[in-house]
């Protein structure tokens, strides 16, 4: 079956530390792959977005992620944290049917001052 | 505004009620999603329409009816729901498959007493 796993459901770091992110897709054939961000109380956002060409993928907000096909993985990374990265971090996988367009179970990012 | 405009933006209804979620895209997109986002669970797809006809039901209660009478314009309606069925109703849109263009609303906080 299609899913998006998320190997964190909660984090929690200081300002300036570094954010990884982990997520790996089991899907057949093409797949693109994107990050979405959901601050306290506002609507998802894209964050970034893989469809082919350089796997070394450079988002909004300072934000990168990479795709390792080998891997089946999506990571996503931020070298240094900010207190208004706080945020939930959704994964998610889209082929090119109908309806499968896949998120993972999010991972809740907690940055403290 | 994200171009998907979602009202109201907080409902509080009774089991016995029945009420509606409204959706509207200006981006002039062919495809309409709704989401159902509960704590701690993955995004749940509900509804996938693709110029105004349905393309995918993903098992959903039929005390959720959908409605999509042109490209613009989603509705949910809702009978004799459940207090399980409390959470943020999100609408999406996109230009076809592949996730490209999907862009979500803020959703609609639903709780059912």
């Known amino acids: 079956a299609q899913s998006v796993s998320q190997h964190n459901h909660h984090v929690i770091l200081s300002e300036a530390a570094s954010l990884e992110l982990g997520c790996n897709y089991s899907?057949?054939?093409?797949?693109?792959l994107f990050w979405y961000v959901q601050y306290p109380g506002q609507h998802l956002q894209l964050l970034l977005k893989?469809?082919?060409?350089?796997?070394l993928v450079k988002g909004i907000k300072g934000f990168e992620a990479e795709f390792i096909k080998s891997k089946f993985s999506f990571n996503l990374r931020k070298p240094s944290v900010q207190w208004s990265d706080t945020a939930e971090y959704f994964c998610a996988a889209a082929t090119d049917s109908w309806g499968k367009f896949q998120f993972g179970a999010g991972t809740q990012v907690v940055v403290t001052p | 505004e994200t171009g998907v405009t979602q009202t109201p933006r907080h409902l509080v209804m009774g089991m016995t009620n029945k009420k509606s979620l409204k959706c509207e895209q200006h981006?002039?997109?062919?495809?309409m999603y709704w989401y159902k986002q509960s704590a701690k669970k993955p995004l749940e797809l509900m509804f996938v329409?693709?110029?105004?006809?349905?393309?995918e039901n993903n098992s959903v209660p039929s005390r959720f009816s959908p409605e999509c009478p042109n490209s613009s314009h989603l509705f949910l309606h809702l009978h004799t729901l459940q207090p399980e069925d409390s959470a943020l109703y999100l609408c999406?849109?996109?230009?076809?498959?592949?996730?490209?263009?999907?862009?979500f609303g803020s959703g609609t906080r639903l709780t059912v007493v």
């Open positions: 899907y057949g054939g093409t797949v693109n």
């Open positions: 329409y693709s110029l105004e006809e349905r393309v």
């Open positions: 999406a849109s996109s230009q076809g498959t592949g996730g490209i263009g999907y862009t």
């Open positions: 981006l002039g997109h062919n495809a």
């Open positions: 893989y469809f082919s060409g350089d796997p």
